[in-house]
C-alpha cells in the first residue's frame, strides 16, 4: 500500500503551507498574532482570519497557495492553543 499523504498533510500544498507558517518567523508571528485576536474576542474569528488571509503572500516560496484550506486549519490550531494555555 502506498501512502499517499505529505508528512501527515492531505496534500504537498498543505504541508509546505504549514511548514512555511511555522518555520518563518515573520509569518508565524501573524498566524500567532490573529490567532490571538480570535481567542480574546479581539476579533470575530471570521475577521481575525480574513485578515490574516489578507496578510499572507500569495504563496509560498515554493509555490504553494495560501488559500482558505490551506491555512485555516493551522488557525485554528492555534487559536485552541491560546485559549488552552489562557
Known sequence: MTDTTHNGHDSWAHWNVSLWLNNDEQLYN????????????????????GD??????????????????TVKPLFDEQVAEHIRYS
Request: charged share 20%.
Open 30 to 49: 501573524k498566524l500567532c498574532n490573529y490567532a490571538e485576536l480570535a481567542a480574546y474576542m479581539t476579533l470575530s474569528r471570521a475577521d481575525a482570519f
Open 52 to 69: 490574516l488571509m489578507a496578510a499572507l503572500p500569495a504563496e509560498t516560496p515554493d509555490g504553494a497557495a495560501y488559500t482558505p484550506e
